[in-house]
């Protein structure tokens, strides 16, 4: 049973820059969250999407967005990229549309802004 | 204002019980506590989770005293691979579907 998956592992890209990120929940898991992890802080909420709608978000610029489509997958989306958007982009899923649930953690993409 | 304080860090030897205490003086009726551990180039792990009093699993426990404004994550007999950051998160259980983390507590292991 695969756990949840990101892609790219690693990205480099240059400031004003796109940059898309994907993720795959874990089977049978149907809400995903994604998280930004500066070097050296705790993961921070960026949005949650459940039923391929954005339910909740976190005090993100609207330079961040994503989407999820109908099997559950989910994109993040960055535009016009500033160095401070270098981090680890996390993904995590949860198996249903409740509160208070373990989310599970995928690998997360590293991205690098030069 | 954090909702959550944990030490910056954390020192113990392998075989040792590490115990780490986590203050949430403001927390809510609605609120539960949550603890995730975290590898290096990893994404965070979820360890255990309650509302009060004690939990046990196969990785740890959680001890919850009754006025809820502190609990403490032990971990027993800890070995080198525990090294990681362990973060203690306090959530609305009828609310909030995001997680909350802080900076952590980063335990070393040492043999």
């Not at chain 1, 049973?1 to 049978?28: F, N």
């Not at chain 1, 500066?38 to 976190?58: K, S």
Request: with cysteine; proline share 5%.
């Amino acid at each position: 049973d695969a756990g949840v998956t990101q892609s790219p592992t690693h990205l480099i890209k240059t400031r004003g820059q796109q940059v898309t990120l994907r993720c795959s929940p874990k089977s049978g898991h149907d809400t995903v969250s994604w998280y930004q992890q500066a070097l050296g802080q705790g993961p921070q909420f960026i949005f949650q999407y459940y039923e391929e709608e954005e339910r909740q978000r976190g005090n993100f610029p609207d330079r961040f967005s994503g989407h999820q489509f109908p099997n559950y997958s989910s994109e993040l989306n960055v535009n016009a990229l500033l160095l401070g958007d270098s981090a680890l982009y996390l993904c995590a899923s949860s198996p249903t549309s409740g509160v208070a649930e373990t989310q599970y953690f995928g690998p997360g993409t590293r991205l690098l802004v030069l | 204002l954090a909702k959550t304080t944990q030490p910056v860090s954390m020192d113990s030897y392998e075989g040792q019980e590490v115990n780490i205490t986590c203050s949430h003086n403001n927390i809510a009726t609605n609120d539960y506590i949550t603890w995730y551990q975290q590898f290096p180039s990893q994404g965070p792990r979820f360890i255990i989770q309650g509302y009060k009093t004690k939990v046990t699993n196969e990785v740890a426990s959680l001890f919850i005293p009754a006025d809820r404004k502190s609990s403490t994550l032990s971990l027993p007999r800890v070995s080198l691979s525990d090294t990681a950051v362990y973060y203690c998160l306090v959530g609305d259980m009828w609310s909030d579907y995001k997680l909350s983390f802080g900076a952590g507590t980063t335990v070393t292991v040492r043999a």
